[in-house]
């Protein structure tokens, strides 16, 4: 990766998170923690990765994506907007009357949406039909999905690796945000997931962990779930819930607060001051 390009990503997450935190905000309600964890994983999946056209969001051979952590839509569709789908301004409407921007993501109203997702566990599941579906068709698009740590609680997650393994979904790539908090705390206490990368091998995944900041590692990941035949991939991405804003941090409390004014500012404050460094420095 060339100093240029990862300085471009460097930026895209930037407006990633700061989009999160502004339509947030507006809304008075949403979860900036777990969007603020996916911002470079987004930012590599939209601009270096992904096959898409932001001009036709339908396009039969494009990639496909399904938020499974539904409720992370804030970063979600700040990814979409800085990538062309819409425009950055309509963050501000997040979750308002009248908005197409609803709390969860709507395929039938927002473009470059795939599937509709938020009840947890679903998602993924969706993503194998969907990556079924390309197997059965003759389709060579792949499939991503990210889901929370804590969403592996869920026991559908399970029933869909086992498909995904069966099934032998090389077309599918699961990626785990593994930031380790959830709404209630530390996902080591409220109900363990782990280990997560074992259980994934069980069900027949080639399993990677990286940590989801580093652009290079984030890279090489993807790269290895593409050349892999036969079996789908996890990646298990080791990252911060809140990364980006100081005083959000690793802190359980941030899954689903929005900011007052005060806390508004001080965080765009943080994240345009590393937009500008990125743009200095990359």
Known sequence: MTREEK????????????????????????????????????????????RIDPKDPKKEDRDRFVLSKGHCAPAYYAALANRGFFPVEAMATLRQVGSFLQGHPDMKGIPGVDM?????????????????????????????????????????????????????????????????????????????????????EAFGFQVLTIDAHDFEAIEAAFALARAAKGRPTAIIARSVKGKGVSFME????????????????????????TLARCEREG
């Open 250 to 273: 690793n802190q359980a409390g941030w899954h689903g607060t929005a900011p007052n004014e005060e806390q508004y500012r001080a965080a765009m404050g943080e994240l345009e001051e």
């Open 116 to 200: 509709s997702s938020g009840s947890l566990g679903q998602g993924i599941s969706a993503a194998c039909g969907i990556a079924k579906a390309g197997k059965l068709t003759g389709k060579d698009y792949r499939v991503y999905t990210i889901l929370g740590d804590g969403e592996l609680e869920e026991g559908q997650v399970w029933e869909a690796a086992m498909f995904a393994g069966f099934q032998k979904l090389d077309n599918l790539c699961v990626i785990v945000d593994n930031n380790g908090l959830q709404i209630d705390g530390d996902i080591d206490t409220v109900c363990s997931p782990n280990p997560i990368d074992k259980k994934f």
């Open 7 to 50: 300085k471009a990503l460097s930026i895209f997450a930037a407006r990633v998170r700061m989009g999160a935190i502004e339509g947030v905000y507006h809304a008075k309600s949403g979860h900036p923690g777990g969007s603020l964890s996916i911002a470079d994983l987004l930012a590599y999946l939209y601009t270096q990765e992904m």
